[in-house]
């Protein structure tokens, strides 16, 4: 049997589930398994019993199955590491919402080199009792299955470990080589669901025509459209068929819409929820058969734009670097900073800010901070603006916009996670100016960080709070943006110390992979709280399917193997009626109250001795990690001038530690 190669695409996987044990896989005859098809590149297949000593790996794989794209450089390297021993590959395409046509064209587009069948009504699926992709069956020369579940344990349900821990399909062609026999034969599976084609009630009062279309453009579309970020389009009959009951299981078990707010704590504008009403009318559809109803009830076509989310076309255009940068196929990369000038020679209100990734598939994240001029007038740690999966950029309220002092450059923060393949990136931003005249409120990111945890090792349940030192009691608060690694497990945000302070946010389950700014319906009048409270925790534990390691301490760190606890808090403050300017960040005053002087020591004193690497005494912006560099240094720093003392230190983290 010829050997043939598929090269799929890569992107993050967003629907998974684990599919059940089938030992019905073992009791079947080899009847059932055989295969006489043909190849979409127009040759034939023929998988029967055999007297010679070989072994088949057949695997159910689906062209737009973010997992199946997900796992090609596996199987690529599993087809080479086993090319001189009697495996063969075959692929199966059971997904309907793949055509013959589209299957075609990917073989020729990709150069595939094993075969690659259509599997017309799941005949094949049925028969193997497959149900997602993709999933691997290691069959005998008599066509017995003697392996049969995933290739490896890197993904559940929403969630990816760093890597993989054990390789299973790789041990179990091992282990049939070396022994005949497989230790674990049978593995669950995750991936896509292969959707089954059903008989369709003609006469239900739900089709996609007139309810299901309009469901999924309220909820769907935005990201599932060609060239967004969601793995494939729902916006054809055909496609959203293939892919109903993937759908409803993942609407059923919360993963999509993405959104992790507790619904009992804020109000939040750009809230993602699918009411009880619309899942039942899309549970409705799909048990009767998906009928597609008349295409004259189809709603238009929602009118997106192609380019940028904000209200006009930007005044100006900024791209990170004149040239793309190279994230390769494999390995770790470390933020990037590119440092651009945008040539600002006066005084800058910027009312709206967005970032286009030029390579969405690596970009994990991109936070564009101002860096003023030494001795500017300048508030906030410096956030413009940022991209992340799954979030969408906000238009700033009427008459509300950024400070951008004169001279100022931004910094593009980039951080990429390389998919398999080798890519080229040239993010973009995009900046909205405002006449200083209008502008009557000034909108700042304050933070609040805690850099000191360290999250002891197979800790289930880690808990770190922290709080912001200095919340302003005139103005508005209008978004949130939590932010932690893969360890992370809740945020929580309170509006004071007590246990009875009013929960601004709960994210319960807090999910890497999808990282929002909870925009507030109506800014949260300032003066109403007593400060910005946070408690995180962390899950260190072997439980947790995404933990590099519990074997290990963790602490602060950029890595997404490190961990962070850090919330961002955009603010309003209405402008200064005697000057059009922010006010002139001064060396603070620390009230009289008391203050725990033997943990404010305690911290400076390892403060010092970490980061001060020269030992004169003073920490100088060179000798800190990125991230203090980006959120915190500008804050301990009073005077501005790239150093922080001793002094310095201990007023702002009295502000910590006060009784």
Not at 69 to 87: G, M, N
Not at 117 to 137: C, L, Q
Not at 314 to 337: C, I, K
Not at 446 to 458: A, K, L, N, R
Request: aromatic content about 8%; overall charge negative.
């Amino acid at each position: 049997m010829q050997l043939r190669r598929i090269p799929w695409a890569l992107i993050v996987p967003v629907l998974l589930q684990v599919s059940p044990l089938l030992q019905r896989s073992q009791l079947l005859r080899a009847d059932d398994l055989s295969l006489t098809v043909n190849d979409v590149v127009g040759g034939r297949v023929e998988l029967v019993e055999s007297n010679t000593d070989q072994w088949t790996v057949v695997c159910f794989l689906g062209i737009e199955c973010p997992l199946a794209r997900l796992y090609a450089p596996r199987l690529l390297e599993l087809s080479k590491q086993f090319k001189d021993h009697p495996v063969h590959w075959i692929g199966v395409d059971s997904n309907r919402q793949d055509s013959i046509d589209d299957l075609s064209q990917f073989a020729r587009e990709h150069a595939i080199t094993f075969p690659l069948v259509r599997d017309e009504n799941n005949k094949i699926a049925d028969r193997y009792g497959a149900t997602r992709t993709p999933e691997v069956f290691v069959l005998d020369r008599q066509l017995k299955v003697r392996y049969r579940g995933r290739i490896d344990d890197q993904y559940v349900p929403g969630r990816a470990k760093a890597k993989a821990t054990r390789h299973d399909l790789t041990l179990a062609l091992e282990q049939l080589i070396a022994v005949g026999s497989v230790d674990v034969p049978e593995t669950e599976t995750v991936g896509c669901l292969i959707g089954r084609v059903k008989a369709v009630k003609q006469d239900s009062s739900v089709n996609y025509s007139r309810q299901v279309a309009r469901l999924l453009q309220r909820h769907c579309v935005e990201c599932h459209r060609e060239g967004e970020i969601g793995p494939f389009s729902l916006t054809d009959y055909d496609e959203v068929v293939g892919w109903a009951d993937a759908l409803m299981e993942s609407i059923d078990e919360g993963r999509m819409p993405p959104w992790h707010a507790h619904p009992a704590h804020g109000k939040f504008r750009n809230e993602r929820r699918m009411s009880l009403q619309d899942k039942q009318i899309l549970r409705q559809w799909i048990d009767a058969g998906t009928p597609r109803g008349d295409p004259a009830d189809l709603p238009e076509p929602v009118q997106y734009s192609t380019d940028w989310q904000l209200p006009r076309k930007p005044d100006l255009v900024l791209p990170m670097r004149s040239r793309p940068f190279l994230v390769p196929a494999t390995g770790t990369v470390e933020y990037q900073y590119f440092v651009v000038d945008p040539g600002f020679k006066r005084d800058r209100w910027i009312s709206g800010a967005e970032v286009i990734p030029g390579e969405r598939s690596v970009v994990h994240h991109c936070i564009v901070f101002i860096r003023p001029p030494d001795g500017a007038r300048f508030r906030g740690v410096g956030w413009l603006t940022g991209f992340v999966p799954g979030q969408r950029t906000g238009a700033l309220p009427p008459s509300h916009a950024r400070f951008v002092p004169a001279g100022s450059k931004l910094v593009f923060q980039m951080h990429y996670t390389p998919t398999g393949t080798p890519k080229e990136d040239l993010t973009k931003i995009g900046l909205i100016f405002a006449d200083a005249e209008e502008v009557t409120h000034e909108v700042v990111t304050i933070v609040g960080i805690d850099q000191e945890f360290e999250i002891p090792p197979h800790a289930p349940q880690h808990q770190v709070n922290f709080r912001v030192n200095y919340v302003p009691q005139v103005g508005g608060l209008l978004a949130i943006i939590p932010h932690m690694h893969v360890r992370g497990r809740s945020f929580q945000v309170r509006s004071g110390a007590s246990d009875d302070a009013e929960i601004l946010l709960d994210v319960p389950n807090y999910d890497f992979n999808w990282q929002h700014a909870y925009e507030l319906v109506e800014p949260l009048p300032l003066s109403t709280i007593s400060g910005l409270h946070c408690t995180v925790t962390f899950d260190n534990s072997a439980d947790n399917p995404t933990n590099p390691d519990p074997t290990q301490w963790v602490t602060w760190g950029d890595q997404t193997w490190e961990e962070m606890a850090v919330a961002f808090f955009a603010i309003s403050e209405p402008r200064d009626t005697t000057g059009s300017a922010p006010v002139v960040r001064r060396r603070a005053t620390v009230e009289k109250q008391s203050y725990d002087e033997v943990k404010v020591k305690a911290f400076v004193d390892e403060f010092l001795k970490r980061h001060d690497k020269n030992r004169d005494g003073v920490v100088g912006r060179h000798e800190v990690p990125r991230s203090i560099r980006t959120f915190y240094f500008h804050h301990w720093d009073i005077d501005d001038d790239g150093q922080i003392r001793r002094n310095e230190l201990q007023d702002r983290v009295r502000l910590r530690f006060r009784k």
